[in-house]
């Protein structure tokens, strides 16, 4: 990243129901994520974490308010464009038959470049199980990565992202599978390596989110609850 681009986010009294349906999703969200700041997001299964984050890179649109990216609205960028600026991890981590360096550089119009896949593996905690597959970084992967584990495949996607070098980081749910010294070191590697961009994190774990400069509570699609980890 470099020049004025920033990656703030603000969401101004976003409401969200699918297409023909009743019933809204999300409703009357407003939050900003500074750059820089990480913003967590908890609450039960259904509350509606997935589908704000997904609102972002525009999986879906907002049905009411405002989401702005750099004080823009979302919906007045080329798609491309924002999605340049957002590296998404999903629930699922997703990879491909291929090699390691192909998983993590993928998608990317960036020639593919070793020390970059490097140093993503690194800071995502992948470096020793790479290292210790037969071909390390040109092992093959299988489609689905059913030669990896859970955890490995999200340190992989998350791997993807780091290569990406995005303003904007949105983890879904994305620490889950990781044991809980390999999650607590690879938040803080993330915070050391890429400290200059904004995070919004999706978590089930307390721990996870804990040092977040913000924690938002979804209840039923609203927020019940905003502050710090000590606050709440
Ligand atoms: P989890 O923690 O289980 O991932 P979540 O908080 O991320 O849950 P969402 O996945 O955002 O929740 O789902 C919010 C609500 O939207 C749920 O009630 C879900 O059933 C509903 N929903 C999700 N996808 C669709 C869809 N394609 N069509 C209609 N409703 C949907």
Same mark, same amino acid.
């Given at each position: ?80 464009? @924002? ?86 980081? @949105? ?60 606050? @709440?």
């Amino acid at each position: 990243t470099e020049g004025d681009s920033k990656g703030e986010i603000e969401f101004r009294h976003v409401s969200f129901k699918y297409p023909g349906a009743s019933d809204y999703i999300l409703r009357d969200i407003s939050f900003t994520a500074s750059k820089g700041e990480t913003v967590a997001i908890i609450g039960s299964t259904g509350s509606g974490k997935s589908t704000l984050l997904n609102l972002i890179p525009r999986f879906m649109d907002a049905t009411d308010g405002e989401i702005l990216v750099d004080g823009q609205n979302v919906k007045n960028y080329k798609l491309e464009a @924002l999605r340049d600026k957002i590296g998404y991890v999903s629930q699922k981590a997703v990879m491909f038959s291929g090699s390691v360096t192909s998983n993590i550089a993928f998608g990317g119009e960036i020639k593919q470049s070793e020390d970059k896949v490097k140093r993503a593996v690194e800071i995502a905690q992948g470096k020793d199980f790479i290292e210790k597959m037969d071909q390390q970084y040109e092992g093959t992967i299988s489609q689905g990565g059913t030669n990896l584990s859970g955890g490995q495949k999200q340190r992989l996607s998350i791997a993807r992202a780091i290569y990406k070098d995005p303003e904007i980081y @949105l983890f879904d749910d994305s620490f889950s599978a990781l044991d809980y010294k390999t999650d607590r070191v690879l938040r803080s590697k993330l915070k050391e390596e890429i400290n200059d961009a904004t995070n919004i994190i999706v978590a089930q774990r307390i721990g996870t989110i804990k040092d977040a400069d913000r924690i938002l509570v979804l209840d039923k699609g609203e927020v019940v609850g905003i502050g710090t980890h000590d606050e @709440l």
